[in-house]
Nanobody, 124 residues
Framework: QVQLVESGGGLVQAGGSLRLSCAAS????????LGWFRQAPGREREFVAA????????YAADSVKGRFIISRDNAKNRVTLQMNSLKPEDTAVYYC?????????????????WGQGTQVTVSS
């Protein structure tokens, strides 16, 4: 499977910005869809955004549209989540995930590889 390592989490004030990065490695990493999920205390893991490596299409959850931007660098096997206008409700552990799919999925069941997660805390 693909190995994933997240970085960039931290503490930020409401209205601020933060950029998360995920480094992917593996023999066939270019054939995987990469995405971001998050999980807050007492809540289920939630889809944030995903991007197709081959087609360049993206999909984002309604809660982050207009604020978060997902992008990829195929040459470096890296996916980035730029988070702007952060809100306290964005506080969660953010996970990078990879799915072997011809379409861009948005549910955890489609993603077979996961990173360790990085904590994002937004203060009010």
């Amino acid at each position: 499977q693909v190995q994933l390592v997240e970085s960039g989490g931290g503490l930020v004030q409401a209205g601020g910005s933060l950029r998360l990065s995920c480094a992917a490695s593996g023999r066939t990493v270019s054939s995987y869809v990469l995405g971001w999920f998050r999980q807050a205390p007492g809540r289920e893991r939630e889809f944030v955004a995903a991007v197709s490596w081959s087609g360049g299409s993206t999909y984002a959850a309604d809660s982050v549209k207009g604020r978060f931007i997902i992008s990829r660098d195929n040459a470096k096997n890296r996916v980035t989540l730029q988070m702007n206008s952060l809100k306290p409700e964005d506080t969660a552990v953010y996970y990078c995930a990879a799915a072997r799919s011809t379409v861009v999925p948005s549910t955890p069941a489609y993603f077979g590889s996961w990173g360790q997660g990085t904590q994002v805390t937004v203060s009010s």
